[in-house]
């Protein structure tokens, strides 16, 4: 992955205007299967154009919003807090060990409704209280995200978490089938990602430069010494 240009505050503004591209288009009703697909293609895609290797990652995402543990929790997921297929997931996209997701400003628009807990909670499913509104995009080291994993227990308010993997058999058949999954998925917005792609496209800001290679450096290090003796 290319690397900083002079300072955090530099690359923090690259980031952003990068996740502003991929969020500018909206992602139509019709497409099916859930906008966070949709927000890691097209992000994989912009990305790649801009010289940085992403990576397309499914598994489960919570996020808590409000009071309810359960029912102010954006919850992909199934028991466990684990991922199954096909209604309980999420993709993202991982970048040098960063988690990427562009998909987080779309829960708040969606106003995502909890999946009905009345026989845990005697509550039924209702909308999610904002209490604190998740960030436009995510682009933050893993272990910040995915650390400790949490099986069970109430999630911090504002805190996002993540881990990857779905629950199957441990069968080759069922591998094979989340596999075939994951690649629908993916598939399922293709065509509406190439439709899309040149409004995304004009909107991006040039690449990072890249580093110098070892080598280069230090012969630049090298120079900048006799040029300073």
């Known amino acids: 992955m290319p690397t900083t240009t002079s300072t955090t505050d530099d690359l923090q503004a690259w980031r952003d205007q990068v996740a502003a591209a991929v969020r500018s288009v909206i992602v139509l009703s019709h497409t099916g299967g859930g906008k966070c697909a949709f927000r890691a293609l097209i992000g994989k895609v912009a990305l790649g154009h801009l010289g940085v290797d992403a990576r397309i990652e499914?598994?489960?995402?919570?996020?808590?919003?409000?009071?309810?543990?359960v029912l102010d929790t954006v919850g992909f997921c199934g028991a466990g807090n684990r991922a199954t297929i096909p209604n309980g997931y999420h993709m993202w996209l991982e970048v040098g060990g960063d988690i990427v997701d562009f998909s987080c400003g779309d829960w708040y628009v969606q106003n995502v409704v909890v999946p009905e807990n009345d026989l845990l909670t005697g509550q039924f499913a209702r909308p999610i209280q904002w209490d604190i509104k998740p960030p436009s995009y995510v682009w933050r080291p893993a272990r910040e995200l995915t650390n400790p994993w949490r099986p069970d227990g109430e999630p911090e308010l504002g805190i996002m978490w993540y881990r990857a993997g779905v629950v199957i058999d441990d069968t080759d058949a069922a591998r094979?089938?989340?596999r075939s999954y994951f690649q629908d998925a993916v598939e399922h917005h293709r065509d509406h990602v190439k439709q899309l792609w040149p409004a995304v496209k004009e909107r991006l800001p040039p690449p990072l430069p890249r580093q110098p290679a070892r080598a280069e450096a230090r012969r630049l290090r090298q120079m900048a010494k006799r040029a300073a003796a």
């Not at 919570?62 to 543990?69: E, N, S, T």
Request: net charge positive; charged share 20%.
């Open 58 to 69: 499914m598994g489960s995402a919570l996020y808590r919003a409000g009071p309810d543990p």
């Open 176 to 178: 094979a089938r989340a």
